[in-house]
């Protein structure tokens, strides 16, 4: 009896270390990630009704357009800054210091008065989701070896995720039964009150600061290794591919084939169902076997994404084609790995934010171009757009080397 109960103890032990060696759960990994998750599982409840309650608030269309430029640049913007932050500062002190300034935006949304407030929260709002996205890949990169690196992008990916799927369906119905202003406004008291747990939690990550090298940011720019170089120009091929098209979906799925919002709405979800489902079979055959296979698959994928909604007649077709549209995930914890792998150490998260602000500006024409194909005909930003990703994926192919992808 007293055998069997010191076994039980054992087993889960050995149970517990497998699963945790196959999902690279290193300590710092899944607390930086478990704050990925509880901030976006409050963000998630009102972030996707933003356009409504500005809406609400009075703002016409021009001024909602421009509060998507304006969350765009900003996104563009704060990557290298974050970047800086962490290396300099280190990990755990720059993840305190943007959840602080988040907070401070999530309040000023929670009280704004009219619409133009919400501009100003926005500039706060955005330091938790772009300033620390160079930190959260430092963070992996510090933590975990070169060959555990994709599957802990993988765990950091999943859990980004799953609240896009849970949240704003909860914060739908919040708002369906108190209203816009104070359903969002009761998601935005609890995303305050998940920031604050965030904080008590992130305080127990241990990364020492390294010395800081390179502070200026030509220095970081030639630091750059040559294939994280040609990366970069072939991602940004690829996202010009998707921004081309990707604000346009909801409008030809709705406008040109007729399918409800409701059905809309699960056939996004069916997309990020099928991410999930891809990431962790991907992320470690990925760390076995190399990274660009994986990432040469997410490329294509981009590249028939929107040209499959076009060919698609009825919603049968229109679920295959989000499913393509799910699998471009296949290949984007490789990425980030590849990303996080030609970093230098001392310089890691300023070079993943020098590394986003450069794609992010790059591809800010994109949605404008779209739109001015829209203008032709509805069909022409998709074809173009499968005609750009194939661009982008050609690139990939033919200048990122295999032994520096892996």
């Known amino acids: 009896m007293c055998v069997e109960q010191e076994q039980v103890p054992g087993i889960q032990l050995r149970w517990r270390r497998q699963v945790t060696d196959y999902l690279s759960l290193e300590r710092n990994v899944a607390i930086a990630s478990t704050a990925v998750f509880l901030l976006g599982l409050g963000e998630e409840l009102w972030k996707n009704f933003l356009p409504k309650y500005l809406e609400y608030l009075g703002a016409s269309p021009v001024v909602i357009g421009m509060f998507g430029t304006t969350e765009n640049l900003l996104d563009a913007g704060y990557q290298y800054p974050g970047g800086w932050l962490a290396d300099r500062a280190g990990r755990r002190r720059s993840f305190l210091v943007f959840i602080g300034i988040a907070s401070a935006g999530y309040l000023i949304y929670l009280l704004s008065p009219s619409w133009p407030f919400l501009f100003i929260g926005l500039a706060f709002a955005m330091g938790w989701t772009s300033m620390a996205s160079p930190a959260i890949f430092a963070v992996i990169g510090d933590s975990l070896p070169k060959e555990r690196r994709a599957m802990g992008f993988t765990l950091q990916s999943i859990l980004k995720r799953v609240p896009v799927v849970i949240s704003p369906l909860i914060g739908g119905a919040l708002i369906a039964v108190v209203g816009i202003s104070y359903g969002i406004r009761a998601g935005l008291a609890i995303t305050l009150v998940m920031a604050l747990i965030t904080s008590l939690i992130v305080l127990r990550i241990n990364i020492p600061v390294q010395a800081a090298g390179v502070t ?25 591919c998707e921004g081309m098209a990707g604000i ?37 055959i990925a760390d076995r076997i190399g990274r660009k296979p994986f990432v040469m698959v997410t490329f294509v994928c981009f590249a028939l994404f929107p040209v499959a909604v076009v060919l698609s007649t009825n919603f049968p077709t229109l679920v295959l084609a989000f499913i393509i549209g799910g699998l471009r995930e296949i290949g984007e914890p490789a990425r980030k790995a590849m990303i996080v792998d030609f970093a230098r150490d001392d310089l890691r998260a300023r070079s993943v934010g020098l590394y986003y602000l450069v794609r992010s500006l790059s591809v800010t024409p994109a949605a404008l171009i779209g739109g001015l194909l829209w203008r032709i005909s509805p069909l022409v930003p998709f074809i173009t757009a499968g005609v750009v990703g194939l661009l982008g994926t050609v690139v990939f192919a033919a200048t990122v080397e295999e032994q520096s992808a892996s």
């Open 216 to 240: 200026n940011i030509h220095g970081v720019w030639r630091s750059f290794h040559v294939a994280l170089k040609r990366l970069l120009i072939s991602d940004i091929i690829i996202r010009m």
């Open 248 to 284: 346009f979906i909801i409008l030809y799925v709705t406008n040109v084939l007729s399918i409800s919002l409701a059905e809309y709405g699960l056939l996004v979800a069916i997309q990020v169902t099928t991410s999930i489902l891809v990431y962790i079979p991907a992320g470690r």
